[in-house]
């Protein structure tokens, strides 16, 4: 029989690795088996993602998904980028390299999401699921994938270590984590399903939104191996690229999770706070919908006007300012969400196998 339940420790077991990964001078997580890079915590965690997909399939439900052209692609573009570093104007990628990493940091987050009584949230048992084990070891690997765990360090100290060979060390402007406080923030949540107990609603909020942002990040990695391991503008193509693919592998367990638990509450009746029942695809997938309405329209623009500013205060200082900036405005790549109508979320009809590699 295929195994359903884990323990915390089962989920957090690392396999057993010949050699350690060191970035930046700084033992992280994960490490080399026969010379490969396997993600850490993910002994036990891969196969029960599997499984718990698996047993979804068998009951004829789907799996939620994003559609790939929903996703915003990374602005400055790849050669965007690389002009600016060939001009030596290294600040916006660094300013950006910097805030992904603080950004991963604050993924630590995740462990304090709290988690209501499911018992008195969902009809159905949610026996032997992803859901039953979110806290119970989903949220604390997830957690420390990102932010590191005792003196081993994660994605943020990964990202840093690409920075710092990519770009040589570079000087890391003094206002990034400021910046990133005191940034643009959306009002407060609107509750879109007041019959849900508010905590309940509220993890389900926390789930889709990580499960978005989790999926759109994935353009930001590929961008970022393709500059960073471009050997014209990069100190360390080879070194810096790696250390992005090894993060970008660490995401797969985040995506599969999280679009796991999701698929199971949407297989299920929702109970209301007053035993009102709803059914899970119905909150799901508007919950879904919300989110991807709200960040494939106005976040891309605002995140594009923010980083246009940033590219033209570094470019103010170049002697030949106005033909870089001339030259950076002819590689644009205008974007916009495909228009939809209704629906966005993608539902993948699954067989029994189907674990989906991320984008
Ligand atoms: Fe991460
Ligand atoms: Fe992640």
Redesign the pocket.
Same mark, same amino acid.
Request: no cysteine.
């Given at each position: 029989m295929t195994q359903l339940a884990y323990s915390p420790d089962e989920l957090l077991a690392s396999v057993a690795y010949d050699e350690p990964l060191i970035a930046g001078g700084v033992r992280c997580h994960g490490g080399f088996v026969a010379g490969r890079y396997v993600s850490p915590r993910t002994a036990h965690r891969v196969p029960a993602i599997a499984a718990w997909q698996a047993q979804l399939g068998a009951a004829g439900h789907p799996l939620v998904d994003v559609p790939a052209a929903l996703i915003p692609p990374h602005y400055p573009n790849a050669e965007q980028a690389k002009l600016l570093l060939r001009e030596g104007v290294q600040e916006p990628l660094t300013r950006t390299l910097t805030t992904i990493a603080i950004i =991963?940091g604050f993924?630590a987050m995740i462990r304090d999401q709290p988690v209501p009584d499911l018992t008195r949230c969902v009809k159905e048992t949610l026996d032997g699921t992803a859901v039953a084990h979110l806290a119970t070891g989903l949220f604390e690997a997830h957690a420390r $994938? =990102?932010a590191g765990h005792r003196t081993e360090g994660g994605?943020k100290q990964m990202w840093e270590a690409a920075r710092d060979l990519a770009l040589n060390k570079p000087a890391v402007p003094a206002d990034v984590l400021m910046r990133l406080m005191t940034g643009r923030r959306g009002g407060p949540r609107r509750r879109l399903f007041p019959q849900l107990d508010p905590s309940f609603e509220e993890l389900l909020t926390t789930m889709v939104n990580v499960l978005v942002i989790e999926i759109f990040a994935a353009d930001t990695f590929r961008w970022a191996e393709e500059v960073l391991g471009d050997a014209e503008v990069s100190a360390a193509p080879d070194g810096a690229a790696d250390m992005v693919r090894y993060?970008r592998s $660490? =995401?797969t367990p985040h995506v599969e999770y999280l679009r796991t638990a999701l698929s199971e509450l949407r297989a299920r009746t929702l109970l209301g706070a007053q035993g009102e029942e709803l059914a899970g695809s119905e909150v799901v997938d508007g919950l879904l919908n919300r989110t991807l309405h709200a960040l494939t329209t106005q976040r891309p623009r605002l995140q594009r006007e923010d980083t246009r500013t940033d590219i033209c205060a570094a470019l103010a200082a170049h002697r030949d300012a106005a033909a870089v900036q001339r030259r950076f405005d002819a590689l644009e790549t205008e974007w916009t969400a495909p228009a939809v109508d209704g629906d966005l979320v993608r539902l993948v009809p699954q067989g029994v196998t189907a674990t989906r590699a991320h984008r």
């Open positions: =991963e993924g $994938d =990102e994605h993060i $660490d =995401e």
